[in-house]
Every structure is written in structure tokens, then in C-alpha cells.
């Protein structure tokens, strides 16, 4: 199936979207000018140059070739690879292939729409959009299972649409994004199963039809099966999202579907509400952060590259250029020992940004050996051991969790208390080459701040910052007193998503 | 200038003839940059082919490659060029005895033989075509990114005691980047974007074919498979392509045949690097007590 202008304009149509009545390069440059809008109202910041690249680029591949146009539209428009998401969801509603629409039986005299049954061919042969009238669920069950095996893609697209027309149960004007009528298809096809089905009739084909005792451990090959098959159900599950967007898109239309689609791109997820997927992609995105961060706070100087100049050296060496001091020497710069000291609130008003906190202590800790952290509630304790001898986060948040000493009275936020301890214990830790990085939404619940005890530290280290989870706007409401303890720091920053973690980090580089 | 490429399907067959595996993605890209007379920013984890990439389409291109290889610390005079300062030294020394007047002296070490040419002056002085690859680019401060940026947008450079220096060619440019840092809005503005991911299945294995070829079909698929199952683990360095490689270079070297539990607990420090990795990989993969792979010989993996 090409995609062209001519049956971009037809789908325009349909889509009851208003075009110019001269067809081709006019529809087309409307849809590329629709496309780039939807980037930019999905966060993409696409600037006139690239905007004018696009355009370009449209002209050098040919329309019929959609995954290289996909492709070269990504290389001129998205310049992030956490973009790319975003990107392709748009790419695909505003790009999408011809299509039947919601309803595709009821909607007589669209061309390719139950082709399958008035051809009178096999059913998931040709046509698109049929639902296979007078196959019965299970062959189709049993159609899908062995086009999955054989990873018949053309097949597996054909089936898609099947079920999509059979399973989804679609209505028209639905104002919905499609997962639900994805969950119902997939639902119905029983799709959970599947991999186990695969599997069997794996089984079934090898000659000894030999199968491991379910409760032995997985072989290896076993393993490497399940994967490749849940691969292929991936892929499968894609085709059938697809053709849901493409029936949904010609329903009402590609504006509309678009915004119905957008979603915060990953640098604004809220940290408080990502899910379990996005908070595993920020775990990955946090990381270099964190590199960074940590690398810039261990240096000494911004450029430390040359020490003094050693001028007995300087000379003595320009003897050999007849006293010429043709290279300069150059005394090594005093190696330096920093530190890094990250003092987290794990109380229950931040409970769910307490997993990020714990990620951040855990990717600096990784990569920076001097790196040392503490949580505190209404007391504190040093956990910096716990990062350091676990492989994993989530060992390192389960010892946290359960090892760490932070409740002094009624476990109930205590800044001023927890900072007093702090500075009784660790003060004399604090040296000119120590960064502290602190992070909590200073809820005091109205104790005393004990503001003095950050006075004193900053005095001591070498630069004190502060994060802060809520919006600014709920700074100092309530019993949250940042500015209490801001005044006393280097900065004091909004820190609820990426983008603000990046701009906190790129401050304290280019500091 | 003549266009090097007719079709982004003739970009992915012409990479192939010199071993490199291409996608649509990283196919396009090259077609468009070679169109649009854009720089090309290449972003990807170590070890999936970026580097490699420069040197395939120079290879495809008949182009001599020239390597500007970015460390912290890289300044103009590494990066574009320097006066030879020492020579400069002793030539004035030297002129002590003869009493020249200075403004020929002057003139005389201002002068292109005493010009130490680097990489990006190479490049835009050079006539023969070239491709100029900037490698690792995230690794330099950001006052030499915007001298990049300069030298990327009029590919000229003027030097004050010789003057403007203009290219003659657009030569197709190639910046690589590890992701250690976010680069300039502006530089990224310049660039066409291609950001290279560890790769499919299919084309691993075929890497693996193509770059040892000693190794037979079903075993590379194997090897693939090994790889892919790794990455999927939450471990902290996920194997790369060259690490593959590696993997598939050692178990020639070691005479297996196929990949069994036992080849892979004695072999995987060349897959993962840190420990904790590894113990987790073997803990996952190499089961204890479970017999070795069955039924390889249909050349199917089943
Ligand atoms: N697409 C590819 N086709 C063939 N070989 C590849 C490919 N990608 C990577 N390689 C192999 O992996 C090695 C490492 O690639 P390299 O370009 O050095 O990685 P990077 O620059 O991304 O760190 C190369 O030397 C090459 O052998
Ligand atoms: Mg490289």
C-alpha cells in the first residue's frame, strides 16, 4: 500500500479535513505544515531551519517509500532520541496508509473493504479491513498461530485488520485514543497465551516432541525461543495498534486523533506520577546526568589542565633551544580530593518522589567513588554503604526501606532536628572540597528550621544546593519554609522532571 | 557537485559491499546528508558502528577520511591550527646574528611553512574529495563546540596573518556523539540527526556473518540471540555490537561450534565488563545442572 497525494487527498476528504481544491503538492505541503504543527504542540521544538529541511527532504525520497520518508523526516525534525516516540506517533496518524475507516463493513462502496469476501478468496489473503466473514474465531486463532510461526508479516498484517473489524468493537465518533479497543481485540485473541501456544507447537514440530517439565529451570534454548517469540507477538501487537490508529484517524480525522494521542514527552513526566515504564527510561536518562553532575563537582577548577608555570624548569629545558624558552613547563596541579554529599528527605510528603531521590543517590554513587548520602525523616542516617554494596537499585531502596534508621520521634518530617544531627556528627567531614546536594520540599511541619546549621555548612563546603520537588508556586505555603534554608545555599532548584534535573545540572557545570 | 548517491536503498547495498550493515535509518540519513549538503550528528551507546559508519561511507565514496578525534581539553590550535611556535622561536633567534629587519622576519614566520595544519584546515583546504569524520564531539568543552559550529556552517576558516581560507567541496561531515552530555541547541540545529540504537536481531547476526565470516549461520544466530537476551537484562553496560564481535572472534579462537551453558559462564567477561553484570547474566542464563542446546543442526535454533 503506497502512500501517495492522491490518496492522501482522498483521505483528507474523508477525513472531512478542509483542503484547497488543488490537489497534490498543495495537499501536500497542508498535511507536512499540519504534521510540523502537531510536533510543535507535542513539545518538539522544531525551528524554522529544520521546519525548511523537512521540507526538502520531502522532495528527495519518493512518497511511495514511507519508511525511508519516516526516516529522513526524523533526521531533520528530531533531534533527540527521546523524541523519536513522540515523532513516530505523529508520523504515523498524520502519514497514515489508506484505510476503510471505523466501520469498515457498513461503509459501502469504499474500494478495498471486504474485498476478501466478494473475491471469494481466502480470507487474510488479500483485501484489507474484512473481518473474514464465515471463518470462525478459532481458525482464525489458528491462522494467527501459524503466521506467527512462520513470521509471515504480510499475513500477520492481514489478520490485524481481521481482528481489529471482528474484536474491537469500534464506534464511530468515539473521542478515545484506541487503547481500549486494542485491549479488547488483543482480549479476545487471547494474546497472553499466545507465547505458551507458540512454544507448544514448537514442541509439537521438533521430531521427539521433547518439553521441559514445567518445573524444571528454563534451557537456554528455551529462553532464547520465548524471547524470539515474544518478539514476534510485539510485533504483532504494533500491527494491530496500527491499524486501530488508522481506523481511528480516518474516523475523525488527523487533528484530532493527534491531540488525542499527545503525551508529555519524557523530559516533563512529573517524577510523583511516572509510571513503572517511564520511571525505567528516566532511570536511563538520569544517568548521564548524573555523570556529568558528578564529574564537574569532582573537578577542582574549571580548567585544570595546567598548573603553574615551573619557571626553573622552563628554563633549564630551553638550553637545548639555545636559550630560547621554546616550551613552557609547567608545575603539576595538587591532586585534589572531592566529595559529594547528597542529604535526602524520604518523608512521606515526597514519598513518590523519594524513588527518584533514591535513583539519583544511587546513579552518583555509581559514578563517583566519594560519593556519600543520608535520608532523613525526623532523624537521619548514613546510607551511603547500602548503595555501595548493592548491585541493584532496588536492593539498595529495600535496605533503605528497612535498614535505615530515620525516625527519631513520630516519624513526621523534621528538617530542623535532622540537620542539627548531622552537623554534630559530620560537620568536621565538611572541607573546602565538599559539594553538598540536598533534597526535600522543607515541609517542617513547624518545628524549629535550624537554618543555622546549612549557615554553617555552607561556610565550610565548597557549594551547597538544594532541590526542591514541589512547584515553585507551593514554595513557602503551608509549613514549607525552602526560603528559610535557601538563603543559606548556592541554589535552590524546581526539580519534579528531567528537563529541570538537566537545567540544574547544566547550572552547576556552567557555573 | 555531483550527487554520490541515487537512492537510499543504493546507500544500504553500496555500505554493504564494504561490510557495513545499514537500516533504512541510517541509510537515509546518509542519502539526505549527501542531498542536503548537511552535516550528519551521530548519537548511539559505544561500540554500535558510528565510528565505523564514517570509514564505510568514505570507503563507498572513494573518499580520503580525515579524523578529528575530540578529547577534553581539544583547543583550536589542535583542531584547526597552530602557529609553530618553537620554529618561530629559532628562526628569530637564529636572525639575531644577521640583523634582519623585522618586518621581513615578521612576514617570513607568518608564512605557511611555518603553519602546523590540523584536521578541520586539512579538511577544508583539501582538494580530493574527503569525508571528515569529527569523532566523539561530546567529549569537548563547549567553547570548541561552537568553534564546530563555526567552521560547520561556512566550511572556511580565516586566519588573520594569511588570510580567508575557503573550501572547495562540501564534503560529507560525520560527528559522533557517546551521549556523555546534551550537545548545543544550535549545533544539533545544524545537523541532519541519526541516532544509532544496538541493533535487531537479523542484522546482528549479520554483522556477525560479514565481520567473521569463519562463523556459520547457526551459530551466529546464537551469538545474536546470547546478545539480545542480555540486553534485556536491567544490567548496568549492555554488550555492543563490537563486544559481539569479540564474543564471536573468541569462540572460533576456542574451537566451539555452538553456544552452550558452559561456553558462556567461561566467556562472558568478553560480553560484560563489570562484575556484578556478569554475576547477574549467570544467574539468568546458566542455570545450574541444565544440559546444553539440542537440535542446532537444522540450522533452525529450536
Ligand atoms: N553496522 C555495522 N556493520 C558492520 N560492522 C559493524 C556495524 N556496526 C558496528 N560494527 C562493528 O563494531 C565495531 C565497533 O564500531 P565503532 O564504529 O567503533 O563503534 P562506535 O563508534 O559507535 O563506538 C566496528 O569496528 C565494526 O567491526
Ligand atoms: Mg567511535
Redesign the pocket.
Known sequence: MAFNAAKMSDALTRNKIEVPSGIGDGVLLDVFQGFVHELRAAGLPVSMTENLDAMRAVEIVPLSDRESLREVLAATLVKHFRHRSAFDTVFDVYFALHSGGVNPEEDAGRGEVGDAEENGGVPGQQGSGGSGEGVSNEEIAEMLLAALMSMDRDQLRELAAMAVSRFAGMEPGRPVGGTYYLYRTLRQLDYEALTGRMMQRAAEQVLDGETDSPDAPESLEARFQREEYEARLREFRDLVEAEIRKRLVADRGVEAMARTLRKPLPEDVDFMHASREEMAQLQKAIEPLTRALAARLAQRRKHRNRGQLDFRATVRHSLSYGGVPAEPRFKNPRVSKPEIMVVADISGSVASFARFTLQFVYAMAGQFSKVRSWVFIDGIDEVTNFFAESDEISEAIHRVNTEADVVWVDGHSDYGHAFEVFHDRHLSEVTSKTSIILLGDARNNYHASQAWVLKELRQKARRLFWLNPEPRGYWDTGDSIVSDYGVHCDGTYECRNLRQLERFVTAVIEA | MAERFSSVQEVVDRLRSV????DTG?AGVVYLADRLEKPILVE??????????AKAVAAVTGSRLIRLQCYEGLDESKALYEWNYKKQLLRIQADREHETDWAVVESDIFSESFLLTRPLLEAIRCEEPIVLLI?EVDRVEVETEALLLEVLSDFQVSIPELGTIVGKQRPIVIL?S?NTRELSEALKRRCLYLH?DY?ELE?EKE?VR??VPEIDEALAEQIAQVVRSLRSLDIKKAP???ET?DWARTLLLLGHGAVDQEVIADTLHVLLKYQGDIAKAKKELVTEGKSILRGTESGKTL
Open positions: 561490510d557495513y550493515l545499514s541510517i548511539g551507546p559505544a561500540g554500535v558502528g558510528k565510528t565505523e559508519l569523532d559522533t557517546n544509532i541493533p542484522r554483522i560479514v565481520r555492543s555490537i563490537s564481535i
